[in-house]
Structure formats: C-alpha cells, structure tokens
Nanobody, 125 residues
Framework: QMQLVESGGGLVQPGGSLRLSCAAS????????VGWFRQAPGKEREGVSC????????NYADSVKGRFTISRDNARNTVYLQMNGLKPEDTAVYYCAAGTYGGCSGYVPRNIGSWGQGTQVTVSS
C-alpha cells in the first residue's frame, strides 16, 4: 500500500518561511507526479502545486506563485514544498498526494492514488 507522510509544518510569523516534506514508503515515488494541497478551516481542499515524476515540470496555483517552490529528491523518495513570504491566508492543513498515472493537470496530479495525513501550517503574529 502506498504511504505518504508529511512533515515540517508549524507556527510562523507573516513573511516567514517553512519547508514541508512528503516522504513515501512502500513504493518508489520517482514513478509518480506529486501534488501539494491545502485545506483551511471551513473551506474546501484546494490544489497548491504539482511536480512531474522527473521533476522537469512544476505548476503552481496563482495564490502561491512566486512564493512557493516544489521540488523532489527521488533518491530520498521525498517531495518538498518550500514556502516563503507566508501570509495569514496560507494557514491550513497541507497534504501531499501521488498521482498514479497521467502526470500533472495544471497544479493538480491526475488519478490520485494516495494521500498523506496532513501537516498543520499556521501563519500568525
């Protein structure tokens, strides 16, 4: 069974930075596109960014473009989300998800086969 585990969330002041990690176990993440999503209280889950299996393609939602960077280290079986210039509206639970095939459709992976459990990011002074 595909398993993803997020880490790196926490409390940060506006303008600060965090790096989230999404580590895979029991399968080779290198074969899959991976996306980051987030869900704020009372809101629907939304896509944030997606990276292709090779890492050659990465896409972002307009709300995070220029501030967030997605990357992957296939040797470590891990995908990262570097978040800079954080704003209070970035506060949410962040999830990673692996698409089983088809790559990224914009900033969302196609055919999601596995989700992580989420990590809380809180941006507040």
């Amino acid at each position: 069974q595909m398993q993803l585990v997020e880490s790196g969330g926490g409390l940060v002041q506006p303008g600060g930075s965090l790096r989230l990690s999404c580590a895979a176990s029991r399968f080779a993440l290198a074969n899959y596109a991976v996306g980051w999503f987030r869900q704020a209280p009372g809101k629907e889950r939304e896509g944030v960014s997606c990276i292709s299996s090779s890492g050659g393609i990465s896409n972002y939602a307009d709300s995070v473009k220029g501030r967030f960077t997605i990357s992957r280290d296939n040797a470590r079986n891990t995908v990262y989300l570097q978040m800079n210039g954080l704003k209070p509206e970035d506060t949410a639970v962040y999830y990673c998800a692996a698409g089983t095939y088809g790559g990224c459709s914009g900033y969302v992976p196609r055919n999601i086969g596995s989700w992580g459990q989420g990590t809380q990011v809180t941006v507040s002074s």
